[in-house]
C-alpha cells in the first residue's frame, strides 16, 4: 500500500531543494483543502467513469427484455417513476432519479481504438492533427495554481488513456494503473539528505548547460519540470490517492475492486481540486457469452458509481462535478453464435449526473427489435430516436463546466480548432445551468 | 544418474552453449576506413549547400555561431543514426583517432555499422504506416522494417524504394514492402484507398491532402477532385490470400473506383487522375505503378523535397520545415529556390541514395555549429535558431532517450556483437520504458514538451535505479574501479552519459565530492575497526572492497534523516544520477 513514508520526501527536504535548484517557490503555498468551496462557486470537475471495449447497453441502461434483441436479461423498475434498467445494476436502479440518461448516443466508429479516439475527444481519428481528450480540456481551461498534484488524471489500466493531444503532452493524463494501492515513480529510494545532494549536483550541471545558451531555461523547461515534479513528491496533496484513513465501510461499499478503489480516489481527487478524471474499468468486448461477460462487469460498475454518487452528493460535491459513464459503443442487437454480442456504434447509452445535469431526464428511444436485419451490414441501419451526437454531449458538458465549447484554438499545424464540434444541447441542463449557459 | 541422461544435459548445454556463441558472433564490427575515397568525396555538393546557407545567414544579418567540437557532433551523429549516444568504448577510440577528417571518416562507419538500418527503418516505417497496429494477420510491420532495413543497408536509391512500396506486389510475410498497403486494410471493409492516397501524397510528396478527403484544402490548392483521384489509383488493389495484387475484373465486372457522396445511395465512378503535370505519368502496368511513377518522376521535386526535409528533420530532431510533412508547392521562380531544392537536387544528382543525402547534412555548416554562442542575448538567440545559425536544442525522442540511458549503463557498445541476454534486457526494457514515457508516435518530429511523468521516470523509475547502479558489469561501478583517479572518474562518467568532458567547476565539484566521500569513508572504518565490526565493511588492505561499494550503493537500505556521509559508490551512483537528469542528457545540443 502507498504511503508516504520515511523514503518519501518531506516538504521542508523539498523545499530546500528546489532553493538549491536555483528556483523561486513562486507558487501560493497550499491552501485549505478546496472541498471547503462546495456548491456552485466550487469549479467544476469531471469524473469519466470509461466502460472499455465496449458496453452493452441491452445487459445495463437500455435493456429490452422479451425481444428478439433483449437476450436473457430482465429488466428492473428504478427511483425514477416509469424508468427501467437492467438487473444487474441493483444500486444504480435506486440512484437514476439523479441522472441523465441517454439511450440515443451515436458514434461513427465501431473499431476499438477509433471508437475509443472519438469517444474520448469528441473528433474522429484522423492522421495529421491528435485531438485532445475531454479531460485534457478541462484541465487546459481550469487551470487552478493551488493544486500541486496533476489536474487530469487516469486511474485503471486503459490502452487508450486520455491525451492531451494538439494541447500539448503536458496534457495528458497522469496514470495510476492500480488506485489507492500504488502511486510509481514518486519514491526518490534515497534520504532526503541524499536527495538534496543529488539536486545540488543537477543544480550545478543545469546551471552550466544554459550558461551559453540564453533560452535554454525557457525553451526546454528543464529546471521548472524538475521543480515542478520535486514538489509534487513532497505534496501533501499526495495523499488524495491514498485510501489508508478511510473508514472500511466506505471501501467496501465502493467495492474491493481496481474500479472501486478509483472511484474512491476519484472523489477524494476532485476534493482537493483535481480538473479531471477518468476512472476505466476493462472487460466488456464480449464477442463471446456477451451476458455473462456484461454482468461480471455491471457488477463492478454498479457499487462502485452508486456510491460515488451517494458520495458526491453527500459531500455537496455533485453540483460541481459531472459524472459521466461512458463506452467507446455499444453492441449489436443481434447475439452472435457465440452467445456474444458485437461492436455496434448506431446508439448506446451514457449516464451524466451532476454538475448542472438534469436529474431523471431520459433522451432517446431505440427500437426494441430489429431483429436480423439491423446486423445485416450492406442495409441502412435503422436510427434511435431523438439522438444525440458525441459532439453534442461534449459541447454541452464544457458549457456546464464554463467553459467555451466553441472557442478557437490554433492548433500546432496552424489550424484553427474549435474544442467540439456541435452546439450543446441545452435542454439536458438544468434550468438555471442553462440559463447561466445561455447568458 | 543413468548415462543417458548425462548425454542428454551435455547435449542441451552444448546446445545452449552454441546458440549463444553464434548469437555472439553476428559480424565483426565496422572500422572506419583510413582514408576517404575519391567516390566519398561530396566536398563540392556539400559547399553549395554551405554556399546557400550562408547566403541566408547574411542576408538575415547572422554571425552563424562558432563549430562544436567533434564530440558533440559525435554525439550528434550517433543519436541521429543508431539512437543511442555512443559508448565509453567507442568514444575512447574515437578521440584515439587524431586526424583532421575523422568525423566523415566514422559517419561512413556508422552508416555501414549494422544499428543505422535497423534503427532508422523503424523511423521510416512510422512515416509510412504509423503506428496503428493495423490487421494482425495481414499486416506485418516487424517484415516491412526488416525489408526497409535491407534497403537502407544496401542504400538502395530512394524512388526504387518508393516504388516498390507503392506498387509491389505479394504477400505481406515475404514481401515486406506489402505491409504498406496492407496496413490500410480494414475488416470487413477492405483496402482503405483514402488512407493509402493520404499517406503516399504525406510520406513521399511531404504534403497533407487528407482533408481534401471531405472538402477542398482550405490554405493550400488541393481540391476534393484530387484526392479522390489520387485515391482511385489504389482502386484496383487488393489483399487476397496470394498477396496483394491489382485486379482489373471481379465478378465478371471492371473493378473502378467508386465514391458514394452523403445521402446518395450508390457511388459515382471516380477515375484515376493526378492533379499536376499528367505526362509524368507512364501508361504502362497497373494503377499502381503508374502512380509509382509519377510520384518518383525525376521532375517531380515535391519527391526529392519531402525526402531532404524528412532527413533533415531525423538528423536534428527538427525538419527545415515544420510540419515536416506540410510543404507549400515548390517554387517556379529558380531566384525562389530555398534548401530543399538546393538537397533535393544534389540527392537526385547523386542517384538518389540516402546515404548520400544523411552525410550532406552532416556535413553542412549548419550541422557542425555549436549551440552554444558568447552572447546573453535572448532574442537574438533564437532568432539565430530558428535560421539555423546555432544548433537548435531538440529534446531527444523518447526511443532516444532510452536508447542512450541503457547504452549510458554499459561501458561496451550494445549492438549485434553484445550477448543474447544483453540484447534482450534492452529490448524488452526499450518497449517497457516507451510504454511508461509515451511513445512519440506517428509524427516523432512534432515538438513537444518534457512531462512531469517523465521527469519522474527519469528521477525515480526503476530504469535509471537499475542502470545507475555501480556493481562490477555495470558502467557506473567499471567507471568507479578502473578509473584510476577521481579526476579521470569524473570524466569517464562526463563522457559515458554525456559525450563530453567535464567543465571545470563540474570537475571540481565532483572530485570533491568523492574527496569527501574518501575521507569519510576511511574515517567510518576507523571507527568500524575500533568497535570490532570493520571486517565486515571493508577490504583487509583497508582499501574499499567491492562488496561494500555494491551494498552501500543501495538506493533502498537508507534511512529517512540520516546523515551517515555517503559511500563513494554511493557519490558515483548518485553522480550517475545527475547526469541521467541533467538537461545536457535528454536535450540534442
Known amino acids: 500500500m502507498f504511503r508516504p ?115 474520448k475527444t469528441g473528433y474522429r481519428l484522423e492522421p495529421t492533427l491528435v485531438y485532445p481528450a475531454l479531460g485534457a480540456i478541462a484541465a487546459h ?92 513528491m513532497s505534496s501533501e496533496q499526495l495523499k488524495a490517492f491514498e485510501l489508508d484513513d478511510e473508514p472500511s465501510v466506505v471501501t467496501r461499499a465502493y467495492g474491493d475492486t481496481r474500479f472501486g478503489r478509483g472511484c474512491l480516489v476519484a472523489r477524494r481527487l476532485v476534493e482537493v481540486g483535481v480538473r479531471a478524471i477518468e476512472v476505466s474499468l476493462n472487460g466488456f468486448d464480449t464477442h463471446v457469452n456477451n451476458h455473462e461477460g456484461q454482468k461480471t462487469q455491471a457488477e463492478i460498475l454498479d457499487p462502485a458509481f452508486s456510491t460515488l454518487l451517494t458520495e458526491l452528493q453527500d459531500r455537496d460535491l455533485l453540483d460541481s462535478t459531472i459524472v459521466l459513464c461512458i463506452t467507446e459503443f455499444g453492441r449489436t442487437p443481434r447475439i452472435n453464435p457465440a452467445k456474444g454480442r458485437d461492436h455496434w456504434p448506431h446508439w448506446f447509452s451514457c449516464v451524466v449526473a451532476g454538475g448542472g445535469f438534469r436529474s ?40 456546464a463546466m464554463g467553459i467555451s465549447w466553441d472557442d478557437e484554438i490554433i492548433t500546432p499545424i496552424g489550424r484553427p480548432m474549435r474544442f467540439a464540434d456541435a452546439a450543446p444541447e441545452t435542454r439536458l441542463l438544468t434550468e438555471g445551468r442553462a440559463a447561466e449557459v445561455i447568458s | 544418474m543413468k548415462p543417458l541422461a548425462v548425454v542428454f544435459c551435455l547435449f542441451v548445454v552444448g546446445l545452449l552453449l552454441f546458440l549463444v556463441i553464434k548469437a555472439g558472433e553476428a559480424e565483426a564490427p565496422q572500422r572506419a576506413p583510413a582514408k576517404l575515397s575519391t567516390e566519398q568525396d561530396i566536398d563540392e555538393s556539400v559547399s553549395r549547400v554551405n554556399q546557400w546557407l550562408r547566403q541566408r545567414w547574411s542576408d538575415e544579418g547572422l554571425e552563424p555561431a562558432g563549430l562544436a567540437d567533434d564530440l558533440t557532433v559525435y554525439r550528434r551523429l550517433s543519436l541521429a543514426l543508431h539512437g543511442t549516444v555512443p559508448s565509453l568504448e567507442e568514444i575512447t577510440t574515437f578521440m584515439a583517432d587524431t586526424s583532421t577528417d575523422r568525423i566523415e571518416r566514422w559517419l561512413l562507419k556508422m552508416l555501414a555499422d549494422r544499428r543505422f538500418p535497423e534503427y532508422f527503418s523503424d523511423r521510416l516505417a512510422r512515416v509510412l504506416t504509423g503506428v496503428e497496429e493495423g490487421q494482425f494477420v495481414i499486416f506485418r510491420r516487424d517484415r516491412l522494417r526488416d525489408w526497409l532495413s535491407d ?39 477492405g483496402l482503405d484507398e483514402n488512407k493509402l492516397a493520404g499517406r503516399t501524397v504525406r510520406a513521399f ?96 521535386r515535391r519527391f526529392d523535397r519531402a525526402i531532404a526535409n524528412r532527413i533533415w528533420g531525423l538528423m536534428f530532431g527538427r525538419s527545415w520545415y515544420d510540419p515536416v510533412d506540410d510543404l507549400r508547392h515548390p517554387e517556379e521562380n529558380p531566384e525562389d529556390e530555398d534548401l530543399l531544392d538546393v538537397l533535393g537536387r544534389e540527392f537526385h544528382a547523386h542517384g538518389s541514395r540516402l546515404h548520400f543525402l544523411i552525410r550532406l547534412i552532416a556535413q553542412s555548416d549548419a550541422f557542425r555549429l555549436s549551440s552554444e554562442v558568447p552572447l546573453a542575448d535572448e532574442e537574438l538567440y533564437s532568432r539565430m535558431s530558428r535560421e539555423w545559425a546555432v544548433f537548435p536544442l531538440v529534446r531527444l525522442r523518447p526511443e532516444q532517450m532510452i536508447g542512450s540511458m541503457f547504452q549510458a549503463g554499459s561501458v561496451n557498445t550494445i549492438d549485434q556483437n553484445s550477448n543474447l541476454f544483453v540484447r534482450f534486457g534492452r529490448f524488452t526494457n526499450e518497449s517497457d520504458f516507451l510504454k511508461q514515457y509515451g511513445d512519440a508516435a506517428d509524427d516523432e518530429l512534432l515538438q513537444q514538451s518534457g512531462t512531469i511523468p517523465q521527469a519522474l521516470l527519469r528521477m525515480n523509475g526503476k530504469f535509471t535505479r537499475g542502470l545507475t547502479e555501480t556493481g562490477p558489469f555495470s558502467a557506473a561501478g567499471r567507471i568507479m574501479r578502473f578509473s ?91 553522480l550517475y544520477w545527475v547526469l541521467f537528469n541533467s538537461p545536457d542528457f535528454s536535450w540534442n545540443r
Open chain 2, 484 to 574: 584510476g583517479d577521481d579526476e579521470s572518474l569524473v570524466q569517464n562518467c562526463f563522457l559515458a552519459c554525456l559525450t563530453r568532458h567535464p567543465r571545470p567547476e563540474e570537475r571540481a565539484f565532483f572530485v570533491a565530492e568523492l574527496q569527501q566521500a574518501g575521507t569519510a569513508e576511511v574515517k567510518v572504518r576507523k571507527e568500524a575497526l575500533d568497535d570490532g565490526t570493520g571486517t565486515l565493511l571493508t577490504g583487509a588492505d583497508g582499501t574499499p572492497a567491492d562488496s561494500t561499494a555494491t551494498t552501500a550503493a543501495g538506493e533502498d537500505n537508507q534511512q529517512n534523516g540520516t546523515s551517515e556521509p555517503r559511500s563513494r559508490a554511493e557519490v558515483v551512483r548518485d
Open chain 1, 5 to 119: 513514508d520515511t523514503r518519501t520526501v518531506r516538504r521542508r527536504g523539498a523545499l530546500g531543494m528546489m532553493a538549491a535548484l536555483g528556483l523561486s517557490v513562486s507558487l501560493p503555498g497550499m491552501s485549505a483543502r478546496a472541498a471547503a468551496r462546495r456548491k456552485e462557486e466550487r469549479p467544476r470537475s469531471l469524473i469519466t467513469l470509461w466502460m472499455n471495449g465496449g458496453q452493452s447497453q441491452l445487459e445495463t441502461w437500455d435493456p429490452h427484455p422479451d425481444t428478439p434483441s433483449g437476450g436473457q436479461v430482465k429488466s428492473i423498475p428504478t427511483s425514477q417513476p416509469g424508468l427501467q434498467i437492467s438487473e444487474f445494476l441493483p444500486q444504480m436502479a435506486e440512484q437514476m432519479h439523479k441522472v441523465t440518461l441517454i439511450r440515443s448516443l451515436t458514434s461513427l466508429e465501431g473499431d476499438h481504438a477509433r471508437g475509443a479516439a472519438y469517444v
Open chain 2, 151 to 189: 534497403q537502407l543497408a544496401a542504400d538502395r536509391p530512394w524512388n526504387e524504394t518508393a516504388t516498390e512500396l507503392i506498387a509491389g506486389d505479394g504477400l505481406w510475410t515475404s514481401q515486406g514492402n506489402a505491409n504498406f498497403i496492407t496496413a490500410a486494410f480494414v475488416d470487413k471493409e
Open chain 2, 205 to 300: 510528396l511531404g504534403q497533407r491532402i487528407d482533408c481534401a478527403q471531405c472538402h477542398d484544402h482550405p490554405f493550400d490548392s488541393w481540391k476534393q477532385q484530387d484526392f479522390e483521384g489520387l485515391a482511385a489509383f489504389y482502386g484496383q488493389a487488393r489483399v487476397t490470400p496470394g498477396g496483394v495484387i491489382d485486379r482489373l475484373m471481379e465478378e465478371k465486372k471492371p473493378i473502378e473506383f467508386e465514391v458514394i457522396d452523403p445521402g446518395e445511395e450508390s457511388g459515382r465512378v471516380v477515375p484515376p487522375r493526378v492533379p499536376f503535370h499528367e505526362e509524368w505519368i507512364t501508361t504502362e502496368g497497373s494503377r499502381r505503378q503508374q502512380l509509382a511513377s509519377w510520384v518518383t518522376h525525376p521532375e517531380n
Open chain 1, 141 to 232: 481551461q481550469l487551470p487552478d495554481p493551488k493544486v500541486e498534484i496533476p489536474q487530469h488524471v487516469a486511474l485503471g489500466a486503459d490502452n487508450f488513456f486520455p491525451r492531451g493531444g494538439y494541447l500539448g503532452n503536458e496534457w495528458d493524463a497522469f496514470r495510476v494503473f492500480d488506485p489507492g494501492r500504488s502511486l510509481t515513480n514518486l519514491r526518490a529510494g534515497v534520504s532526503d539528505e541524499r536527495l538534496q545532494q543529488r539536486v545540488k549536483g543537477l543544480d550545478l550541471v543545469s546551471r552550466q548547460f544554459a550558461k551559453a545558451r540564453p533560452t535554454a531555461d525557457r525553451d526546454t523547461q528543464h529546471a521548472e519540470t524538475v521543480r515542478r515534479a520535486l514538489k509534487m
Open chain 1, 360 to 399: 431523471g431526464l431520459v433522451v432517446g428511444e431505440t427500437p426494441a427489435d430489429i431483429g436480423e436485419d439491423g446486423s445485416d451490414r450492406d442495409k441502412p441501419k435503422p436510427k434511435p430516436a431523438d439522438p444525440i451526437t458525441v459532439p453534442q454531449l461534449y459541447a454541452t458538458i464544457l458549457q
